[in-house]
C-alpha cells in the first residue's frame, strides 16, 4: 500500500493542473465537472495504480456536476485525495457527500472575497496609483496574484492535512462522515429548490366580490411547493433508461412554453366559471 501513498510531487501536480485547467470542459451540464477530474487524476492514478476498476470506479464519479470558485476549490480538492487515499473505494459516498456539501458554501465565501472584494479593492488601489503615472500601479496587481497563487498552494495542503486527520480517525466507521457531508448536500440543495426554481401560479378564482389567489393557496400550505413538484418530476425522469440532463432541458423547455401560452386560456376559462 506504501506505493499507493501520495508523494509532495503528486499534491503539487493536483495543483498545477488546479491552476491552468480547472475551468477546461466547462459545459451546462457538469460545469466545472470535466475539469475537476482532470486536475485529481494523477493523484488517482497514484492511489489506483495497481486497481484498474478502482480507477475507472474513482474517475467516473468524479466526473459528477461541481461548481464552486476556482480559488475555494483547492481545500475540496485536497480533502478529497486524502479521502481516496485513506480509504480507498469505500470514500464513494464521502467523496461525492463532501463536494457536493462544500461547493456552495464555499462558492458563496470565494465569490465575496476573491471575485468581489479582493478585485475591488487591489485594483482601485492599483488604478489609483497608475492615474499618478507611477509604474507601482502595474506592479501592485502582479504581486497581489502572485499572493493568490501562493494562497491556492496552501489551500491544497490544509484540505489535505485536515482531511487526511480526520479520515484516518474513522477509517474503521466511515458512516459519520458520510452521513454529515450527506446532511449538509441535502440542505444545499434544499436550499437551491426554493431560491433558483421561481415558477408560480398566476390564477385566480372570483365569486362575487371574493377573489382566491391559487398561489396564495399553495403557500400556505407548503412554501415552494411548485418548485419541489418540478425537482421531483425531473428527478423521476432521470431516473428514466437512456434519460439524461440533455433530455430533461428539452423537456422542461417544452412544458414551460406549453404552460406559458396555455396560461391565458386558463385564466378565460377561470373568468368564465367565476362569474
Known sequence: MENNKLTKSDINKVYVRNLFGFQWGW??????????????????????????????KALKMQLGYFNTTPAMSHLIIGADMALEESLGEKSEEA???????????????????????????????????ALDGNAIGLIVPVFACLA?????YKFTYIGYNQSKKLAVGFANSIAPITEGAAILGLTVVGGLIASVITYKLNLTFTL??????????????MPS?????????????????KFNSTHLIVVIIAIGMVLG????????????FSK
Open 148 to 152: 493568490v497563487l501562493f494562497l491556492r
Open 261 to 272: 401560452n396555455s396560461q391565458g386560456m386558463l385564466d378565460f376559462v377561470i373568468g368564465l
Open 225 to 241: 411547493l411548485i418548485p419541489l413538484l418540478v425537482v421531483l418530476f425531473s428527478y423521476w425522469l432521470l431516473g428514466k433508461k
Open 27 to 56: 459545459n451546462y451540464e457538469k460545469m466545472q465537472g470535466l475539469g475537476y477530474a482532470w486536475v485529481i487524476m494523477p493523484a488517482l492514478k497514484r492511489i489506483y495504480k495497481n486497481n484498474p476498476e478502482g480507477m475507472k
Open 95 to 129: 467523496v461525492s457527500s463532501l463536494k457536493t456539501g462544500l461547493m456552495g458554501p464555499f462558492a458563496g465565501v470565494g465569490d465575496t472575497l476573491f471575485l468581489a472584494i479582493y478585485r475591488a479593492i487591489v485594483f482601485s488601489i492599483a488604478s489609483y496609483i
Open 208 to 221: 362575487g366580490e371574493v377573489s382566491l389567489d391559487i398561489q396564495s393557496m399553495l403557500d400556505k400550505i
